[in-house]
């Protein structure tokens, strides 16, 4: 069960109503996981599902390379509000099954695209080691360019923010606590 209760919008003060508004706003349809933390410091909530938004639907990177950097996020902090809000966009996106398969079992998949090789280790070394190797770097940086690359290390930091999040505050998938 979560540390924090999920607030019904009756509940809530006049600024975690006018965030909750905020979010339905823009291209999200519901309040999930992170977002009902967010309602406890609506400023900072506001500025997350701001940062949210643009690393999920506006960045340079491509949907499919988005979705298997947040799959891999989740499964590496075990995040299972991430995962399973994620690993069947990661399918719709493009991701092959056998590769979120591996990736749910803490596997390194075969990749058979240079670009998800890369984005898969790049997210793995990051998170494993807190830095990026100057040859993922570098072999990254040529796949993708700066500002992409960029990009890319702020969907990791964003989903990692989140992960962290959702684990102190016990914010999990029903019937997911085992997951990984």
Same mark, same amino acid.
């Given at each position: ?25 823009g291209? !999200?349809?519901t ?8 309602f406890?410091s609506?400023e900072?909530g506001?500025?997350?599902?701001k940062?949210?938004?643009?690393c999920?639907y506006?960045?340079? /990177?491509?949907a ?8 891999? /996020? ?5 995040q299972? /509000? ?6 069947d966009?990661?399918?719709e996106?493009?991701?092959s099954?056998?590769?979120?398969d591996?990736?749910? !079992?803490g596997?390194?998949p075969?990749?058979?695209?240079a670009?998800?090789?890369? /984005?898969? !280790?790049?997210?793995?070394?990051i ?10 770097y ?5 796949q ?5 690359l ?7 930091g ?6 962290i999040?959702?684990?102190?505050f016990e ?9 990984f």
């Amino acid at each position: 069960m979560a540390r924090i209760k999920e607030l019904e919008y009756g509940e809530m003060a006049p600024d975690q109503q006018a965030l909750h508004d905020e979010i339905l706003s823009g291209p !999200r349809d519901t309040i999930v996981g992170p977002m009902h933390g967010w309602f406890r410091s609506p400023e900072l909530g506001s500025l997350m599902q701001k940062l949210g938004a643009y690393c999920r639907y506006y960045t340079s /990177v491509p949907a499919r390379l988005s979705e298997l950097t947040i799959i891999t /996020v989740a499964q590496y902090w075990r995040q299972t /509000v991430e995962w399973t809000e994620h690993k069947d966009i990661a399918f719709e996106s493009g991701i092959s099954r056998s590769i979120i398969d591996a990736i749910e !079992r803490g596997e390194t998949p075969n990749f058979e695209k240079a670009d998800e090789e890369i /984005v898969h !280790r790049l997210t793995s070394e990051i998170s494993a080691t807190r830095y990026l190797s100057d040859s993922t770097y570098q072999e990254a940086l040529e796949q993708f360019g700066e500002k992409t690359l960029f990009e890319l290390t702020s969907i990791i930091g964003y989903y990692t923010s989140l992960a962290i999040q959702m684990n102190c505050f016990e914010i999990q998938a029903p019937d997911c606590r085992d997951l990984f």
